[in-house]
């Protein structure tokens, strides 16, 4: 599990293509996968920069299966920190052990192209467990 590259990913629930636009017209992020369209882009400081950060259309999180918008905060999900792993069920394994409570066990979204599996922290907060490997 790669702690140290642990990037955020921000589930935009109202207009996709307008922060699109702010994130690359206004902040000046180059988008590196994805388009204006979606469902999913990522950025970069520069078009040979690896990504540092990323949108998703918040309404495909119900691809994976157990996820659910929480229903005690007025807010919904908008932000998924994301932890890149080389061992996905491995990981997911010793952080079970360790106590965590994961929404589902690690699953492949043909849509996305990689295995993921997500939890919360004791504040709601959401975090995306996902295989380096396939991206």
């Known amino acids: 599990m790669h702690l140290d590259r642990m990037t955020t990913r921000i589930l935009v629930r109202k207009n996709y293509g307008a922060c699109f636009d702010f994130y690359t017209e206004k902040l000046g992020l180059v988008p590196v996968w994805g388009d204006r369209s979606g469902p999913y882009t990522s950025f970069s400081v520069t078009s040979d920069a690896p990504p540092c950060f990323a949108i998703f259309l918040g309404e495909n999180m119900t691809m994976y299966s157990g996820y659910e918008q929480p229903v005690d905060h007025a807010q919904s999900d908008t932000v998924a920190s ?54």
């Open 82 to 135: 994301i932890i890149p792993s080389d061992n996905i069920d491995e990981d997911y394994q010793k952080l079970k052990a360790a106590g965590v409570e994961f929404l589902g066990e690690p699953q492949y979204i043909e849509d996305w192209y990689m295995t993921c599996a997500y939890f919360r922290d004791p504040e709601g907060n959401l975090f995306e467990l996902n295989d380096a490997t396939s991206v």
